[in-house]
C-alpha cells in the first residue's frame, strides 16, 4: 500500500531466519531453549533482576496483578489506579481479577498525574498501575515514591518502554512488576511476545508456574533432566498458557542487538519533527519529562478537530493513528467513569504522527508540511 504509515516492522530478516533455524534444527520451538536466551539477554541489557519471557505483554499484566493479589491477599473490590488513556489491555488485567479500576488524570507528558493519583487514594488502594505512554517516563519518579510512601504496590504498563532510561537507569527497578511487549510494531519486535519483571524472587519463581498451567517443571527442563524419573512433574494450581516460545524468542533476540540503534534513529526522526513543528501555533506536541532517555515509540501531537485533521492528511498519502481514545467512554468501563478532564481533551486531539525506521527526512518534511497546512487552513488563516 502507498503512502506514508504509522507503523512500519523493521526486521533483520536474515539474522531472524538463521535464530530460528536453530530452533527448528533442534527441533525445539517452544518454551525453554531460546526463551531462557532471551531472559538472561533482557536482564543483563535492563540491569533487572528477574524476567520471564511470555506470549504478550496482555498475558504480563494479567499476571502481574493476579501474583501481587495472592501475594498481599487482596480482595476482590479492592482498587487499582490507573490511566484512562491506554490500549484496554492495561485496564482489562485489573477487571480480570475482580478489581476496581480508579482512573486517574494525565498530565502533560500523557503519563498519570501524581497530584491526581494522590487525590484518588482510598482505603482499598492496593496498586497503581503506571503508563509509560510512548516510552515516556512522565512523573514515574514521583508516583514511585508516593507508592513506596503510602506502602501500595506499583505495575509499570512498559509496553512501550524498551530502552526506555531515566537518569541513565533502564525503567523497571522502581516498580514491583514491569511488563514490556516485543509485539510486531513495538520498538523490539517479534510476531507477538511479551515480557514479566518482578523484583521480587518468590514472585518470578512463581509466575513461571502460572504461565504452564500451573505445573512445576516444564518440558525443556524435564528434557535436560537425568534422573528416571524426570517425565514426573506436579500440578500446584490451575494456571494459564501464558508462556512464549523459542520462534519468538529468536527474533526478539535478534531486536535487542539492535534496539539502542534503532531507538536512537527515531530520537532522531523526532527532532526531525520537532523542529519542523515547533513554530506552529495550533500544534501542540507532547513533550518528553526531563531525564528521560524515551524509546520514543510514538511521536505524538494535540490539535482541535482531530478527526477532520486526520481525513485531510489520509487525503495527501498520510496515515497516522491516535494512542488512544480513554477507556472512560468505552461501555465495559461504564460502571468506573470519572473525571478526568485532561484525559478526555486528549483522548478528542491526540495524533500519533508516523513513525518508522524506514522514514526518511523527505518523508518527515512531507507530514510535517501537510499537518501544517491542514492545521492552518482549519483555522481560517491563509496556508
Given at each position: 500500500m502507498s503512502g506514508?504509515?504509522?507503523?512500519?516492522?523493521?526486521?533483520?530478516?536474515?539474522?531472524?531466519?538463521?535464530?530460528?533455524?536453530?530452533?527448528?534444527?533442534?527441533?525445539w520451538t517452544g518454551l525453554g531453549f531460546k526463551t531462557l536466551e532471551m531472559e538472561k539477554a533482557w536482564s543483563e541489557y535492563t540491569g533487572l533482576p528477574h524476567a520471564h519471557f511470555l506470549n504478550s505483554a496482555t498475558a504480563g499484566l494479567h499476571l502481574a496483578v493476579r501474583l501481587l493479589k495472592d501475594a498481599d491477599g487482596w480482595k476482590d473490590g479492592d482498587e487499582v489506579i490507573t490511566s484512562p488513556l491506554t490500549f484496554v489491555s492495561t485496564n482489562h488485567a485489573i477487571l480480570y481479577e475482580n478489581l476496581k479500576p480508579v482512573f486517574a488524570d494525565v498530565d502533560e507528558y500523557l503519563c498519570l498525574s501524581p497530584e491526581s493519583v494522590e487525590s484518588r487514594l482510598s482505603d482499598r488502594t492496593r496498586a497503581v498501575m503506571f503508563v509509560g505512554m510512548g516510552g515516556n517516563t512522565g512523573s514515574l519518579d514521583r508516583i514511585a515514591q508516593l507508592c513506596r510512601d503510602k506502602n501500595i504496590r506499583l505495575i509499570l504498563d512498559a509496553a512501550h518502554m524498551a530502552g526506555t532510561r531515566f537518569e541513565g537507569k533502564h525503567v523497571g527497578a522502581e516498580s514491583d512488576a514491569a511488563v514490556f511487549s516485543f509485539q510486531a510494531v513495538k520498538n523490539l519486535p517479534s510476531a507477538d511476545s511479551g515480557m514479566i519483571c518482578f523484583a521480587d524472587q518468590a514472585l518470578d519463581r512463581a509466575v513461571r508456574k502460572w504461565t504452564w498451567l500451573g505445573i512445576n517443571k516444564d518440558t525443556y527442563t524435564r528434557t535436560h533432566d537425568q534422573s528416571a524419573y524426570k517425565w514426573q512433574y506436579e500440578v500446584e494450581h490451575p494456571g494459564f498458557k501464558y508462556h512464549g516460545n523459542s520462534i519468538m524468542a529468536a527474533m526478539a533476540l535478534v531486536g535487542l542487538r539492535y534496539l539502542d540503534q534503532d531507538n536512537a534513529r527515531r530520537r532522531e526522526i523526532c527532532q526531525w519533527y520537532d523542529e519542523a513543528l515547533s513554530q506552529h501555533s495550533g500544534i501542540e506536541r507532547i513533550p518528553t519529562a526531563p531525564n528521560c532517555e524515551s524509546s520514543r515509540h510514538l511521536y505524538q501531537i494535540a490539535v482541535d478537530k482531530r478527526d477532520e485533521v486526520m481525513l485531510a492528511m489520509n487525503e495527501k498519502?498520510?496515515?497516522?493513528?491516535v494512542h488512544y481514545r480513554t477507556n472512560c467512554e468505552y461501555l465495559v468501563y461504564r460502571d468506573y467513569r470519572v473525571e478526568c478532564p485532561q484525559a478526555t481533551r486528549y483522548s478528542d486531539s491526540l495524533i500519533s504522527l508516523p513513525l518508522h525506521l524506514g522514514l526518511s527526512k523527505k518523508d518527515v518534511s512531507h507530514v510535517a508540511k501537510s499537518l501544517?497546512?491542514?492545521?492552518?487552513?482549519q483555522r481560517g488563516l491563509p496556508a
Open positions: 506514508i504509515h504509522l507503523f512500519v516492522p523493521n526486521f533483520r530478516t536474515k539474522e531472524c531466519l538463521e535464530e530460528i533455524r536453530i530452533c527448528l534444527d533442534k527441533g498519502g498520510v496515515y497516522p493513528g501544517m497546512n491542514i492545521v492552518t487552513l
